[in-house]
């Protein structure tokens, strides 16, 4: 069977891994600012591992004057 891969630009949700290559930050901040927004539209809690939705995260960072 052939594995589909989505490009990250393309992909709902990131992982941290991958939203800090995306994103240039580090995924000690991206940890940190999962911790700090549990209830934040951005998030996705998949038992233990944090996901990012893309574009409300974008929408986060446009807004955001610092990370």
């Known amino acids: ?12 949700a990131l ?5 800090a290559e995306y994103y240039h930050i580090g995924e000690s901040k991206l940890r940190r600012i999962a ?13 233990n591992r944090v996901l990012f939705k893309r574009k409300r995260f974008e929408d986060f960072l446009d807004k955001a004057t610092a990370v």
Do not use: H, L, S
């Open 15 to 19: 992982t941290v891994n991958e939203a």
């Open 35 to 47: 911790e700090e927004n549990p209830y934040a539209d951005f998030i996705i809690m998949n038992g």
């Open 1 to 12: 069977m052939k594995e589909i891969i989505i490009p990250v630009w393309e992909r709902y």
